[in-house]
């Protein structure tokens, strides 16, 4: 009898050690290293007895011919966009997120909306589950087939009988395979049954989609390598008591990881959220002081998003700083420029900044967004609500130009902004247009106009 094999891996990051110690030298984790039996391999896993084996030749990039249709429409034109324009046959792609946000669903509703052969395996949820779930939703697909199995040889053997243009897995670390004896979930389960499915996914241009779990700090559970291994990485996010939901890609071989798919969660599933400018800026009756509008853009699309600002005076000796959805150290930086540029008295006011929507933004355009909702809540005098801003603020007070000035100031006109300020060094083209484009270039200009 062949011996049975074993080696010791991290459950957190991954790391294959030859015996068991306390502590994870490569990721400091503490008590995460688990014995995992590997046996030797007799593979048989996904096999297509009819491909013969090809000779590999190296062809000039000219000779390669790709032709776009070799992507399949989602019909969801938020995770086409993400997507980069569809799914890429053969691909490979991983879907992220917490608990309950929403993946199973939006997996669900891209099944049932497609017009080609879905084969859904689940080891989560019983058909029966599934099946309430699709009552649900609004689009019925008769061709969407439903299978509940973890076991990668019975899956592999459904495909051979059903062939599907789609295969959808919820989730990786529910599968196993026989030819390793590790509990689903495990380490060297999912690197195996991950690697099989990439295997059939390549010899049958069929595009998997994967759900996976995320770990406590936001990662996908499992090891690293699992990121390395497919060729999209999707990040499903939100707050789960607010009803938006965010997709991101944080890898994509076949397009830009920029883009950004907004949906929002309702009774019959989740609806996509065509024009999120709209939900991002809450809506009130009157100005209110402490509020700036930013014409940000995420990935290729532009995104008017709130900022809200409260500057109070400090009670206590070290005053204090709290952001959501900014970079702090950018808000203590933009602040310092303040009280040199602006007479703000930076030790004795504490400030707290929120981006609405639980959206969190890198675009340095909104800098003077932030700048002019803290000035607006510390002077307690609105800016009106037909105002809007677009620009980065230098270490020097100044307004630096931001890119694709043009489609920022269309977004704003669109919406009804009646004045959008940008930097004056912003080369714009659409001189004669609605609204009105004033053009700063120092912090002070900021303050004396609105102020
Ligand atoms: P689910 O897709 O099961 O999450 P995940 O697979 O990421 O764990 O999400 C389920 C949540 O969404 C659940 O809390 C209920 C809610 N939901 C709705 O609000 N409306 C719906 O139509 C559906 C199907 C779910
Ligand atoms: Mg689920």
Redesign the pocket.
């Known amino acids: 009898m062949a011996k049975t094999k074993t080696t010791f891996f991290c459950q957190n990051c991954g790391s294959q050690y030859a015996k068991w110690i306390g502590k994870c030298t490569s990721c400091n984790e503490w008590n995460t290293i688990v014995e995992e039996v590997i046996q030797k391999e007799e593979k048989r896993k996904w096999k297509q007895t009819s491909t013969p084996k090809k000779n590999t030749k190296a062809l000039k990039i000219s000779e390669i011919t790709f032709n776009e249709e070799d992507r399949i429409l989602t019909k969801n034109n938020e995770l086409d966009r993400v997507l980069g324009g569809g799914l890429v046959k053969g691909s490979m792609i991983l879907l992220g997120?917490?608990?309950?946000?929403?993946?199973?669903?939006?997996?669900?509703q891209v099944a049932l909306a497609i017009s080609k052969k879905v084969l859904y395996v689940s080891g989560?949820?019983s058909q029966n589950q599934i099946k309430m779930?699709a009552e649900?939703?609004e689009n019925q697909n008769s061709n969407c087939l439903i299978l509940t199995e973890t076991n990668t040889q019975n899956i592999f053997k459904n495909i051979e009988e059903t062939i599907p243009d789609l295969v959808v897995i919820?989730?990786i670390q529910t599968l196993h395979t026989e030819y390793i004896d590790a509990s689903p979930g495990s380490i060297s389960q999912i690197r195996e049954t991950t690697a099989e499915l990439i295997k059939f996914a390549k010899e049958t241009s069929t595009p998997v989609i994967l759900?996976g779990h995320i770990t406590k700090d936001g990662n996908i559970a499992g090891p690293k390598i699992l990121e390395h291994m497919v060729d999209v990485v999707l990040q499903?996010e939100g707050d789960?008591n607010h009803?938006y939901r965010i997709l991101r890609a944080q890898k994509n071989r076949f397009g830009s990881t920029s883009e950004l798919g907004i949906y929002e969660?309702?009774?019959?599933?989740?609806r996509e959220v065509q024009n999120p400018s709209e939900i991002l800026i809450s809506e009130k009756d009157e100005s209110l002081s402490g509020t700036a509008i930013s014409a940000t853009l995420e990935g290729m699309r532009p995104l008017m998003i709130e900022v809200q600002a409260l500057v109070s005076t400090a009670v206590y000796g070290t005053p204090q700083r709290s952001s959501t959805g900014y970079n702090i150290k950018r808000l203590n930086m933009l602040l310092a420029v303040l009280e040199k540029r602006a007479g703000f008295k930076l030790g004795a006011k504490d400030v707290f900044l929120n981006i609405t929507g639980g959206i969190s933004v890198d675009d340095p355009a909104i800098d003077l967004a932030v700048v002019s909702a803290i000035l607006s809540s510390n002077e307690d005098e609105a800016i009106p609500q037909e105002f809007c801003f677009a620009g980065e603020i230098g270490l020097s007070g100044e307004i630096r130009p931001v890119n694709r000035v043009d489609q920022r100031i269309l977004e704003a006109e669109k919406l009804g902004f009646k004045k959008i300020f940008i930097s004056k060094f912003n080369k714009f083209s659409k001189k004669e247009c609605a609204i009105n484009v004033v053009l700063v270039s120092k912090i002070e200009d900021i303050f004396n106009t609105l102020f």
């Open positions: 997120g917490e608990p309950g946000i929403g993946k199973s669903t939006l997996l669900l989560e949820e779930r649900r939703l919820d989730s759900v499903f789960r009803t969660m309702q009774s019959f599933g989740l």
